[in-house]
């Protein structure tokens, strides 16, 4: 019922479709696979793709539904059915949307079509080795060549990095102004990158990769430029909204089944004569995951309505993935705990108390994400002061 309340009838529809797929196919068996043998679910991607699923964000004449709250549904089912197969979609869907709001109408034609279908993944590279939070600390440089940009620089953490068909790379192409100004964004097309390295996170993180690459001398087109020279920093900036709430909705999504997990396993386990979930012990820490768990749904599904109706929702989005972060932390931890000595040791438990505390940090940490939400509230506070 409270789903009716907060979905259309169209997103209902997307998201029983969505589940239907992901049901046949067997997702979260695939998820278990990977988890035992480590490999990259690009087929049941693009199987995605196939059956008219993805990227949902895209306008009609695209083959989308125009929707972000569609996008986030999607985030959410994956990262709840089969973590790697949403961790593709995460760097693919920020791709397609951003080239969706800013690129040209030749690139649009050149490249949604092939995302949209699956068969190109996409990554975007905007961190370095010594640029992380600080991105205005980059050191890629593009420097014109006659009908080209020649890239030349490092970028680190880049998750999908050595796996994508299309990435977003930024660059500075004037060092004479400040970055903010002089920092430019480039479709690159694979193959031409280096792969350094791919690294596996927090000891393991099947199914995925975060690469090191490298770009010696690469040329790209003129009209791989995206939106425009000089315009990185803003194109940047006003994607970022869009990044955090899907990744705060994949992460709502991987919550889910632990969630479950944490319930089916104190209603079966007995102990002192009766089933553990009768310890307030146990159920008051279910309490405070699916309460948690539920403010940061409600928060990722209000930035979405916000960012759909054109606003900009950067202290939105900045809260909706620290809710949702901390709150599958909580989650895992407290299922972790529960199950005791069998979830040090069993899937998905041990894997998700991983990748829970990775998700604190992607996307932005959630120190800035709480620098973020406080800058807005402080601006906000001196303009009504001013009125």
Same mark, same amino acid.
């Given at each position: ?22 049901? $046949? ?9 990977? #988890?035992?043998?480590? #490999?990259?679910? $690009? ?18 004449? #695209? ?33 397609? @949307? ?15 079509? @092939? ?36 890239? /030349? ?43 350094? &390295?791919? #690294? ?9 990769? /975060? ?44 919550? $889910?089944?632990?969630? &479950? ?62 809710? @949702? ?8 931890? /407290? ?14 438990? &041990? ?30 506070? @001196? $303009?009504?002061?001013?009125?």
């Amino acid at each position: 019922m409270e789903d009716e309340l907060l979905f259309s009838t169209e997103e209902s529809k997307y998201r029983a479709e969505l589940r239907d797929f992901l049901l $046949r196919t067997d997702a979260k068996g695939v998820e278990r696979d990977i #988890y035992e043998r480590d #490999y990259y679910p $690009r087929a049941l991607y693009k199987e995605l793709g196939e059956a008219g699923l993805l990227a949902p964000v895209l306008p009609s004449e #695209y083959g989308g539904m125009g929707s972000l709250t569609c996008e986030a549904i999607l985030a959410e089912e994956l990262g709840a059915a089969c973590v790697p197969l949403a961790w593709i979609h995460s760097t693919s869907s920020y791709v397609y @949307a951003t080239i969706a709001r800013f690129g040209t109408e030749e690139q649009k034609d050149r490249f949604l079509d @092939a995302m949209r279908t699956g068969a190109k993944t996409g990554a975007i590279a905007i961190t370095e080795p010594e640029a992380g939070s600080d991105v205005m600390r980059i050191k890629t440089r593009a420097d014109p060549n006659g009908d080209s940009y020649v890239l /030349n620089g490092e970028k680190r953490n880049i998750t999908n990095g050595s796996k994508a068909d299309i990435i977003i790379v930024w660059a500075l192409t004037n060092t004479e102004v400040e970055p903010a100004r002089g920092m430019s964004a480039y479709i690159v097309e694979q193959p031409g990158v280096i792969v350094l &390295e791919d #690294y596996k996170l927090l000891g393991g993180f099947p199914g995925t990769v /975060n690469s090191h690459l490298k770009f010696d001398g690469l040329c790209v087109p003129k009209e791989n430029i995206l939106g425009g020279l000089n315009e990185g920093a803003r194109i940047l900036f006003a994607e970022l909204a869009i990044e955090r709430v899907l990744y705060a909705a994949m992460l709502i999504g991987e919550a $889910r089944p632990i969630i &479950e997990l944490a319930l089916d396993y104190s209603m079966q386990r007995e102990q002192f004569g009766t089933t553990i979930s009768r310890f307030e012990a146990v159920n008051f820490k279910v309490a405070d995951m699916v309460t948690k768990l539920e403010a940061a749904r409600l928060m990722v599904y209000h930035t979405t309505r916000l960012l759909d109706a054109g606003y900009s929702a950067e202290k939105e989005s900045a809260m909706s993935k620290l809710l @949702a972060s901390e709150a599958f932390y909580e989650a895992a931890h /407290n299922t972790l705990q529960i199950m005791g000595g069998r979830g040090l040791s069993e899937y998905p438990v &041990e894997w998700a108390f991983r990748m829970a505390r990775l998700s604190m940090i992607p996307a932005g940490t959630n120190e800035i994400m709480r620098y973020i939400v406080q800058r807005e509230v402080y601006k906000a506070k @001196a $303009r009504k002061n001013k009125e």
